[in-house]
């Protein structure tokens, strides 16, 4: 079994900063890709950013230039440093992940279970 476990989220002031990690575990071979989700109250769930195996990033235009996500292959973590927030940043932000799984090495997406990012004004 594969688990995605996040962590990091809260209540912060608009142009506050916050760090969501994400770590996985379980019977891992590997991971590919890897990324963040988030979902707005009646909106739907969309791709913040996206970190490749080799370490190649995407970002929603909504978020260039403030998120930052990266990885560390050793811990099998994600990360998303988001910097100058502000309240359309908030939402419950989910961490996804491409892993290849013992002992069938078979290939699945698996996600976090969420985490509320509460930015006031």
């Known amino acids: 079994q594969v688990q995605l476990v996040e962590s990091g989220g809260g209540l912060v002031q608009a142009e506050g900063s916050l760090r969501l990690s994400c770590a996985a575990s379980g019977s891992i071979f590997s991971i590919g890709d890897m990324g963040w989700y988030r979902q707005a109250p009646g909106k739907q769930r969309e791709s913040v950013a996206v970190?490749?195996?080799?370490?190649?990033?995407y970002y929603a235009d909504s978020v260039k230039g403030r998120f930052t996500i990266s990885r560390d292959s050793a811990k099998n973590t994600v990360y998303l440093q988001m910097n100058s927030l502000k309240p359309e940043d908030t939402a419950v932000y989910y961490c996804k992940a491409r892993v290849v799984a013992r002992p069938y090495y078979t290939s699945d997406d698996y996600w976090g279970q969420g985490i509320q990012v509460t930015v006031s004004s």
């Open positions: 970190i490749t195996r080799g370490g190649s990033t």
